[in-house]
């Protein structure tokens, strides 16, 4: 079981980008789902993070220009980034948390660059 990630790419400072991560099949449903990053020579961090209520909680770094949303039956989740920075420049990951089994799942990234 897998989560894939897609909609990395290249784009200018100020341009947009949406990712997008779905389970490879049918899941029970993941109480939190999300987008980490990690760039070359740091830690990863979590950009945005989404429970399957609706609450949403975003790095300060992207507050205002990123938006994640999901699709609960889907088990998908998405993220929309607008005025990108050179500073956002990694590899994004998808994660999914259950609680009920402790899964913890990650997709296997994608890759963001932003040139200034």
């Known amino acids: 079981v897998q989560l894939q990630a897609s909609g990395g790419g290249l784009v200018q400072a100020g341009g947009s980008l949406r990712l997008s991560c779905a389970a490879s099949?049918?899941?029970?449903?993941?109480?939190?789902m999300g987008w980490y990053r990690q760039a070359p020579g740091k830690q990863r961090e979590m950009v945005a993070i989404?429970?399957?209520?609706?609450?949403?909680h975003y790095a300060d770094s992207v507050k205002g220009r990123f938006t994640i949303s999901r699709e609960n039956l889907k088990n998908t989740v998405y993220l929309q980034m607008d005025s990108l920075k050179p500073e956002d420049t990694a590899v994004y990951l998808c994660?999914?948390?259950?609680?009920?089994?402790?899964?913890?799942?990650w997709g296997q990234g994608t890759l963001v660059t932003v040139s200034s």
């Open positions: 994660n999914g948390k259950r609680q009920f089994d402790n899964t913890d799942l």
């Open positions: 099949k049918i899941l029970p449903r993941f109480n939190v």
């Open positions: 989404m429970t399957y209520g609706g609450d949403k």
